[in-house]
């Protein structure tokens, strides 16, 4: 998902809040979670009740991407349609697709002109989109908008306003213990030299981040917490490049992470950068392996890569899609994660550990039945404190959260008071280098 700089700078401010990697829209009134869970389920009832189920032949679909099929991010939301559609019976002629618009104006006259096209529902894939497509949502009420990682539908009031998200934290986890187990094995051959360790003896580990909005926070965290759950001794330093898609500053981020004695590097970036820069040092002689993000790395990477923390976004698009094929509302916010295939991991690498498959089952297989809790706050601090409190529905528009307690019994439920991540906490252990 993507975000505009401009919640990302406020939302980095602040520990008490979080979003996918930003702030919550202002609301008029508060709610409790509850009261607002009761009204919005009220409105979808009502609104299920009297929808009509469409033909599908006379379904008209729009799709506002912000890149196009080149980069792993949006590749993996074309691929999810265009299964989607297949499943439901779409046909190609009923999608209408624009590619590489970006995060400003040009968003609402895309959908606008979508509408004018004949499309009853229009999806965008990219945080900095959402503005633009709830404006578009408030203009023409018969049309459903549905705005892709993004945090203000249930604040915004519009019945025809929509979030998704997967719960990518859980991948970023697993991804990480595949991570942990690789870096426990080099420490067992005696692989990691002084210069991988810091002066309190934790091994270093980096991280290539777009921006610090609470979706990329949520997501290094968890993969922290995966490679930390192996190896307790290891810290991890993030690097910014300020923009999704931008190979050469992926690239540069990686090698000035692994020229600080990082020795396994992982992503939330759009671009094989990182991936290619480590498989470079690698052959060169520099011990480093790395987990990409969205798309399987081996084939620019078949040495360093282990595996990418992925996205079905097929499921969402299918369930989606057969709400408008049935006559159902579409959720207003909506978050799936391993027990729906919504996420996973891509195919190990060569170079991953002994035993890697196995463990990988395991935590899968936790995770599903629920004994595995990622962000359990046992397993973290702040300041070194344990946190037991977190608010992470802004109500006001300051970017401080003033409801919506996120912690419950000892565990950090991300993505349940909406479907965007809001994970916004700085945990121990991981130090941002140019958060802006």
């Not at 019976?89 to 509408?115: H, M, R, S």
């Not at 930390?228 to 690239?251: F, G, H, L, R």
């Not at 976004?313 to 919504?342: L, P, R």
Request: proline share 3%; with cysteine.
């Amino acid at each position: 998902m993507k975000k505009s700089i401009a919640l990302v700078l406020a939302f980095a401010m602040v520990l008490a809040f979080a979003l996918v990697g930003c702030g919550t829209p202002q609301a008029s009134e508060s709610a409790s979670p509850s009261e607002s869970a009761q009204a919005s389920e009220s409105a979808q009832a009502s609104e299920s009740a009297s929808a009509e189920p469409a033909a599908a032949s006379d379904v008209k679909i729009g799709v506002i991407l912000v890149h196009d099929e080149n980069t792993g991010y949006d590749s993996a939301h074309i691929e999810g349609i265009k299964k989607a559609a297949a499943a439901v019976g779409f046909t190609d002629d009923q999608i209408i697709w624009k590619y590489n618009i970006p995060e400003d104006e040009t968003c609402y006259d895309t959908a606008t002109d979508l509408v004018e096209h004949g499309c009853k529902y229009i999806f965008s894939d990219s945080y900095g989109h959402q503005s633009h497509m709830q404006q578009a949502a408030e203009e023409n009420p018969d049309v459903t908008f549905v705005s892709m990682t993004g945090d203000q539908a249930a604040l915004s009031g519009l019945k025809n306003f929509k979030n998704a998200f997967n719960d990518t934290y859980q991948s970023r986890y697993v991804s990480g213990v595949v991570a942990g187990m690789k870096l426990a094995e080099l420490v067992a051959d005696g692989k990691v030299a002084q210069k991988n360790m810091d002066k309190d003896g934790n091994i270093k580990i980096g991280y290539v981040g777009a921006f610090p909005y609470a979706e990329v926070v949520s997501g290094y965290t968890a993969f922290y917490l995966g490679v930390k759950s192996i190896v307790p001794n290891v810290v991890m330093d993030v690097q910014y490049t300020n923009s999704w898609y931008d190979p050469t500053a992926e690239a540069e981020a990686a090698n000035a992470l692994v020229s600080s004695g990082c020795i396994i590097i992982s992503q939330h970036a759009d671009s094989t950068g990182a991936p290619s820069a480590c498989e470079a040092l690698l052959e060169g002689g520099t011990t480093v392996y790395c987990v990409g993000y969205n798309v399987d790395m081996l084939s620019v990477a078949p040495k360093a890569a282990l595996t990418s923390a992925q996205n079905d976004w097929s499921v969402y698009y299918t369930y989606a899609f057969n709400c408008i094929k049935n006559g159902e509302e579409i959720k207003t916010d909506w978050a799936e994660g391993y027990n729906q295939g919504a996420v996973m991991i891509s195919k190990l690498g060569e170079s991953c550990a002994k035993g890697t498959a196995e463990k990988v089952q395991e935590v899968e297989s936790a995770l599903k039945d629920g004994t595995l809790n990622v962000f359990d706050t046992a397993n973290f601090t702040v300041g070194g404190k344990k946190v037991t409190t977190y608010l992470a529905i802004d109500t006001d528009g300051d970017w401080v959260g003033d409801t919506g307690e996120a912690i419950e019994n000892g565990v950090f439920n991300e993505s349940t008071l909406r479907s965007a991540p809001y994970f916004g906490l700085r945990i121990d252990g991981i130090t941002e280098l140019n958060a802006q």
